[in-house]
């Protein structure tokens, strides 16, 4: 996907977005940033006093992360690494006047570089602090620089004692994913404290309060934080604000012992960004859990599979309803069976196609089906023509559902399928329209169009069936596997 920049200025300054997502607004990007590098450089000025420190910044191509670690004079090299040069270009001219010329610096090296390729290279234990300041993952592939093995190799470069902080996710609108951040710092062997804090210019685009990680292979304990200190010219942070974020409402740290470590293999993270499952927040502000007062060894509860493929899904959804019949007279949850694997759908528009599809359902005779297909009934195999038999008897004697054998539901199933394929061609079928990308101010496409717009409707309803087809006969063969499981 290509990359949409766009500058937004205002009375304060500037807002900066990167394909759509704000990354900072110059009003107040010192919250984000003070509570991101401040604390972390301070520990590790604590930890290794008279030591020239090494600091490697991960992302951050605006240079503000790196204006804030430069405060210390404790600092002797910066070695920062960011794929985007455009970002680059940007914080030597634009934001030049935010990040006070940072990355001109004598004290910067900047390096055009992927970071996971970058950091792979490097020896062991060579720095003493590592910030990761990377943007929103708005796909699987974002969320390697969030797995288990980019932390793995986070803490091979760092020296024992060393620190690395790092930008996580909201944990207001992203409950499950920045615990899953959480968890898989855990399971990389280091030992981290969440902290959140409230960016005003973040919450008016409904991003809720922030969430930032602080780690390091040896356990950071209380009293190091509460002895932090700060310089006086910080903008914002101060000793008892940094002591404040460290403590979360009980209802949204409880969830962090269920949900599952990230993954290269399984982009776990990105599965919960989709589907977040927020839980509900109470008025009782008095239940909070203070990080900084316990010490935890981690789940690591490994991802099952991969539940950004349609596959795994599929399965999911068949072992449910063969594994336990009374799940066909429960509501099931919509999140678990259909979740979301595109950043532009929602739970809601899943639960919008589910009602336009049950609609369809219901608009079928069953009854006046199943008599034509029986008519043929000598062309079907044996126990197929039976169960369908019965299945007909079952409609006439109005005979609830889920009573009748697994064979007539995956009967049903087909129906369903063949509705489904029906769906895809017909003009009304909200879901199947696909996405445009959008276009920044100077024409240029923020990212990879799925369609050429100037292509003939017939070709794309050609192309949509073509598709809709292929994953049908997808669909049944893992359906006929189950089929013969059961025979």
Not at 385 to 413: G, T, V
């Amino acid at each position: 996907m290509r990359t949409s920049l766009f500058i937004e200025r205002h009375d304060d300054g500037l807002a900066f977005y990167i394909n759509g997502d704000l990354q900072f607004d110059t009003a107040d990007e010192a919250i984000y940033h003070e509570y991101l590098v401040v604390p972390a450089v301070s520990l590790v000025q604590h930890r290794f006093p008279q030591t020239d420190l090494r600091v490697l910044i991960c992302g951050g191509g605006d240079g503000l992360a790196a204006r804030d670690v430069l405060r210390s004079s404790q600092v002797c090299q910066i070695d920062l690494v960011d794929y985007n040069p455009q970002v680059l270009d940007l914080a030597q001219t634009v934001f030049k006047p935010y990040n006070q010329g940072s990355l001109e610096s004598d004290r910067v090296i900047v390096h055009t570089q992927e970071a996971f390729q970058f950091v792979s290279a490097l020896p062991d234990s060579y720095y003493h602090l590592v910030i990761c300041d990377f943007t929103y993952p708005t796909c699987a592939e974002d969320t390697k620089i969030y797995s288990q093995e980019w932390f793995q190799q986070i803490k091979r470069i760092l020296y024992p004692g060393g620190v690395m902080s790092t930008n996580g996710v909201s944990p207001e609108n992203r409950t499950a994913g920045f615990w899953c951040l959480y968890q898989t710092l855990l399971s990389a062997d280091l030992m981290p404290k969440p902290l959140q804090i409230a960016v005003p210019s973040f919450q008016q685009n409904g991003y809720g309060n922030w969430g930032l990680l602080i780690a390091s292979p040896q356990l950071i304990t209380k009293e190091e934080i509460e002895n932090l200190v700060f310089s006086e010219d910080l903008k914002v942070l101060n000793s008892r604000h940094l002591l404040k974020a460290f403590k979360f409402q009980d209802t949204i740290a409880s969830s962090r012992h269920n949900v599952r470590i990230n993954k290269l293999e399984y982009a776990q993270l990105f599965y919960y960004l989709l589907n977040p499952a927020q839980p509900a927040i109470t008025a009782d502000a008095a239940n909070l859990v203070n990080f900084l007062e316990i010490q935890e060894s981690g789940t690591r509860l490994l991802p099952s599979q991969d539940w950004l493929q349609l596959e795994s899904t599929a399965k999911n959804w068949l072992q449910q309803v063969y594994s336990a019949p009374e799940f066909i007279e429960k509501t099931p949850d919509i999140n678990q069976l259909l979740p979301v694997q595109h950043r532009y759908h929602s739970p809601k528009m899943t639960r919008q196609q589910l009602a336009y599809i049950k609609q369809l359902l219901s608009e079928i005779d069953f009854s006046q089906l199943l008599s034509s297909i029986l008519e043929r009934a000598q062309e079907l195999p044996p126990q197929m023509a039976r169960d369908l038999k019965e299945f007909a008897e079952n409609l006439r004697n109005e005979k609830p559902l889920p009573k009748i054998s697994k064979n007539a539901h995956k009967f049903l199933m087909m129906v369903s399928l063949t509705v489904l394929t029906a769906s895809l061609v017909s003009p009304d079928a909200v879901f199947a329209k696909g996405y445009v990308g959008g276009y920044t101010s100077s024409g240029t496409s923020s990212s990879d169009d799925y369609y050429d717009p100037n292509t003939p409707m017939y070709l794309r309803k050609i192309l949509g069936f073509s598709l809709g087809l292929g994953g049908i006969i997808w669909l049944i063969n893992i359906w006929a596997e189950y089929w013969r499981d059961d025979e």
